[in-house]
């Protein structure tokens, strides 16, 4: 692609990322949550691949799905972690800990410290995504035949 | 941890765990992959069979997701709202039928998948398919019913879709994706109806408030047709052979599998969420796909060269005697509950009794594809000189599927054939007019690839396949020399938790 286009996409890639974690991070309070900011954040492998070619982005598939699988992994782990009451269990909220401030009552803008387990859990949910769709991206360049830009 | 209480999650979340960290294991080392899928699939057999005793033996098991404690399903208003599993006799013995072929298919999958071909996704994808069938057989709430039905239906097209190398694989897996999605959709638009009408989702609160209006009806319609898409019933039977052809041997028998807690599904909605709606006409319904799927496939079968997917058509056709005989209980269960639940009964017992005969006979299939190295029956031949316990398994298989006594699938059978005489005495012809056809097939396949004289030198079985295709054939033999034994212990309560326990069910659940 031209210098143009390479430019850009070096600027939006780590913008596309950062959106991305910010969908995902407030996942429990605004819309969206882990698989809808992993998608935006893997659009950033898409525009990779757009701009840089099946070359950039060639080395990225193993990598992405590790991450796959580790996210897969760690969501199951996180419901477990409430096995002690039943599987889901909210462990974390309201301990006072990591994302366990108190939910503060009445109307209130939402506070990023609340949540418990849910945000680790968009995290997870998150990674995968990432990590699938990016796969995927990565997948459809290294077999969709010789057009390399 | 009280491992008891928390059984019917683990059975779940165990085998996803295993499947999420299966490729990772499989980065690290092949035994280290093998040693944990044999530890998974121990787990989570022992998960199943610990729940299913418990449901046998106790009652219904409730368990809530993320409550304080696993039998607290109501909200403080008074109705659920979390996501609830509950298992009775029925999802528990799909859960055992799911669990005995997926134990069937990995020790099968040992020796038949190569290791260059991708076998640690083969495995991984069987393992999510063997979770994703767990999940639909104990779940109690529709949405996620619809997840998991999702959950088999990705698994399935990966599974389908294995043989990338070939131009048929892929192919059969689009074919199948169509379908499945389709299907999906039709489900989850019948959930919004439902949502939109009533605001619940649980399967057992929607059940109470149900009363019958048009929105109701189409919501029906559209489950009815979505999961009939996924069992392969008739007229949305396509991707059935298509499957079957080209999915490795393995995958075939969990896909039999799936389209069994499919139709299991399609039980639980019209029994457990629709059966407070008595209407005659759905269950006349199921009693014509059924009758329409048994016979149109036992003919297509006929005119079938490639064994695969002639064995393929016999497991649809099966299908039709499953909807025959739920569809004819459905029908008769409210004036005469005498025949109704025999019916029940048989279409019931039958799920088990396919599951063993036609997983053994895709086995075989498998096995002869491997050692011979083709399935078309113009070209295969004089088998049996080498293949001996192959050969043997397949007829057996065959003769089983025929509804031959002593072998299990007369048992079942005979029960459908009673059970749908009273209704009308020409299902019953119908269905015997298509179990004579598929003798015939099968005499015919049989002839034609293990008899005659010696063709070539095939390559030996390898030993874990044929005592894998060993169990289900002990299976089969066992469940056809005791079928009294089974039907009394595991299939009675099943048939009857569907009619006579649907006040128990929503009880357990909702407490009222």
């Given at each position: 692609m031209?210098?143009?286009?390479?430019t850009i996409a070096r600027i939006l890639v780590p913008v596309a990322l950062l959106f991305g974690g910010y969908v995902i991070l407030h996942g429990h309070l605004t819309p969206g949550g882990g698989f809808q900011g992993g998608a935006v954040a893997a659009s950033a492998v898409a525009l990779l691949l757009v701009a840089f070619g099946t070359s950039a982005v060639k080395g990225l598939k193993s990598p992405l799905s590790v991450l796959e699988d580790?996210?897969?992994?760690?969501?199951?782990?996180?419901g477990f972690l409430g096995i002690g009451y039943t599987f889901f269990f909210n462990v974390l909220a309201g301990s006072g800990g990591l994302f366990g401030a108190p939910v503060a009552p009445g109307p209130n803008p939402g506070y990023l410290n609340t949540g418990g387990t849910l945000p680790p859990m968009n995290w997870a949910v998150g990674f995968k995504v990432i990590g699938g769709l990016g796969a995927v991206v990565v997948l459809f360049a290294l077999f969709g035949g010789g057009d390399d830009r | 941890m009280n491992?008891?209480?928390?059984?019917?999650?683990?059975?779940?979340?165990?085998?996803?765990?295993?499947?999420f960290a299966?490729?990772?294991w499989g980065k690290l080392g092949r035994s280290l992959r093998d040693l944990w899928l044999l530890l998974v699939a121990a787990a989570t057999a022992a998960l199943v069979a610990l729940v299913a005793v418990q449901v046998y033996t106790t009652g219904i098991q409730v368990y809530t997701l993320g409550a304080a404690w696993p039998r607290d399903t109501l909200a403080p208003g008074g109705f659920p709202i979390r996501i609830i599993l509950a298992v009775d006799a029925l999802g528990a013995f799909m859960g055992l039928i799911a669990t005995l072929v997926a134990l069937v298919g990995f020790a099968y999958a040992a020796r038949y998948l190569a290791e260059e071909e991708g076998k640690t996704l083969a495995l991984t994808l069987g393992t999510l398919l063997w979770a994703g069938m767990l999940g639909m057989a104990f779940t109690g709430d529709l949405f996620n019913l619809f997840v998991f039905f999702e959950v088999t239906s990705i698994a399935a097209c990966g599974l389908v879709g294995y043989r990338t190398w070939t131009s048929r694989g892929p192919e059969a897996a689009f074919k199948t994706m169509v379908l499945y999605t389709v299907g999906g959709l039709f489900f989850l638009l019948a959930i919004a109806l439902l949502y939109g009408e009533y605001g619940a989702l649980n399967l057992a609160h929607l059940a109470r408030l149900l009363r019958g209006s048009t929105v109701d009806r189409v919501a029906l319609a559209l489950?009815?047709?979505?999961?009939?898409?996924?069992?392969?019933?008739?007229?949305?039977?396509?991707w059935a052979p298509d499957a079957y052809g080209e999915a490795p041997a393995h995958g075939v028998v969990l896909l039999v599998a799936n389209t069994q807690v499919s139709l299991y599904a399609l039980f639980r909605i019209l029994f457990t969420l629709y059966g407070g709606l008595s209407d005659p006409g759905v269950g006349w319904l199921v009693v014509g796909m059924g009758a329409l799927t048994l016979l149109v496939a036992s003919l297509m079968a006929v005119v079938q060269m490639d064994l695969g997917r002639l064995v393929a058509f016999g497991a649809v056709s099966q299908i039709g005697f499953m909807l025959l005989g739920v569809g004819v209980g459905l029908t008769t269960v409210a004036s005469r509950p005498g025949y109704g639940?025999?019916?029940?009964r048989g279409g019931i017992f039958h799920m088990l009794n396919d599951a063993l005969a036609i997983g053994l006979l895709f086995l075989a299939v498998g096995a002869v594809e491997r050692a011979a190295g083709g399935r078309n029956l113009g070209s295969l031949g004089g088998l049996g000189h080498n293949l001996k316990w192959t050969s043997g398994f397949f007829f057996l298989g065959a003769l089983a599927l025929a509804g031959i006594p002593p072998l299990n699938g007369f048992a079942s059978k005979l029960m459908i054939y009673q059970g749908s005489f009273l209704l009308s005495p020409i299902l019953s012809a119908l269905a015997i007019?298509?179990?004579i056809l598929l003798l015939a097939v099968f005499v015919r396949a049989f002839q034609g690839a293990f008899l005659g004289p010696r063709l070539g030198k095939p390559d030996p079985v390898p030993v874990p396949m044929l005592i894998a295709m060993g169990a289900l054939a002990l299976g089969v033999l066992f469940l056809g020399l005791f079928?009294?034994?089974?039907?009394?212990?595991?299939?009675?309560?099943?048939?009857?938790?569907?009619?006579?326990g649907r006040e128990v069910y929503l009880q357990a659940v909702l407490g009222r």
């Open positions: 031209s210098v143009v286009v390479r580790l996210g897969g992994v760690a969501f199951v782990v996180l | 491992l008891t209480v928390h059984a019917p999650i683990l059975a779940i979340a165990v085998p996803l765990l295993g499947a299966l490729p990772l489950l009815l047709g979505g999961l009939l898409m996924k069992v392969g019933a008739v007229p949305v039977h396509m639940l025999l019916a029940l007019l298509a179990s079928p009294d034994l089974v039907v009394r212990h595991l299939v009675t309560p099943a048939a009857d938790a569907l009619w006579t």
